[in-house]
T-cell receptor, first 115, second 113 residues
């Protein structure tokens, strides 16, 4: 199994500012995923990040709002830009188990509150 | 397309009661199916999984069987405990979509003593 460290674990931010969330994995993985979990709701995929290529965004999410970096096989960042209260959510990093579908592994999440 | 439909909550049970949380899915191809649990204030944890039809996943007294004919993966536990209080998510993963996970809406379970 993969161990994922995500930080910050929580933050309270002013509207109009940006926050960068970091995700560190203890092993090399091909694909990393970023999800959003809005209050009381399920997880929604924001984008898939592969090392060496631009992230692939899901419908409703754009690079200008959620820029993603994937500089190597163990690290990724998600930035939430120009934040508004509607961006208040839990953001989760996830990785697959390479080679087999053993189950996606999730970080503890970043609880973001925008005021 | 791929999607997961999960039983609405919240669910409140007394300790030692029997639990069933229904989950059905729609998928192209042959997905793998999962149940995740989220305890209050924590991240998602994999509870159990099944990767092909008729497989039974089990963990911590929870079970779910991959039923291809009914496209279902219902979660069951014979005797719940207060410590089982959490939100439970059914999910599927299909290799055709790069192992992206599709989640149900989650079912909140509260077990009272």
């Amino acid at each position: 199994s993969a161990v994922i460290s995500q930080k910050p674990s929580r933050d309270i931010c002013q509207r109009g500012t940006s926050l960068t969330i970091q995700c560190q994995v203890d092993s090399q993985v091909t694909m990393m995923f970023w999800y959003r979990q809005q209050p009381g709701q399920s997880l929604t995929l924001i984008a898939t990040a592969n090392q060496g290529s631009e992230a692939t965004y899901e419908s409703g999410f754009v690079i200008d709002k959620f820029p993603i970096s994937r500089p190597n096989l163990t690290f990724s960042t998600l930035t939430v830009s120009n934040m508004s209260p509607e961006d208040s959510s839990i953001y989760l990093c996830s990785v697959e188990d390479s080679g087999t579908v053993a189950g996606a592994f999730f970080g503890q999440g970043t609880r973001l509150t925008v005021v | 397309g791929n999607s997961v439909t999960q039983m609405e909550g919240p669910v409140t049970l007394s300790e030692e009661a029997f639990l069933t949380i229904n989950c059905t899915y729609t998928a192209t191809g042959y997905p793998s199916l999962f149940w995740y649990v989220q305890y209050p204030g924590e991240g998602l944890q994999l509870l159990l999984k099944a990767t092909k039809a008729d497989d039974k996943g089990s963990n911590k007294g929870f079970e779910a069987t991959y039923r291809k004919e009914t496209t279902s993966f219902h979660l069951e536990k014979g005797s719940v405990q207060v410590s089982d209080s959490a939100v439970y998510f059914c999910a599927l993963s299909a290799r055709r979509t790069g192992n992206q996970f599709y989640f149900g809406t989650g079912t909140s379970l509260t077990v009272i003593p």
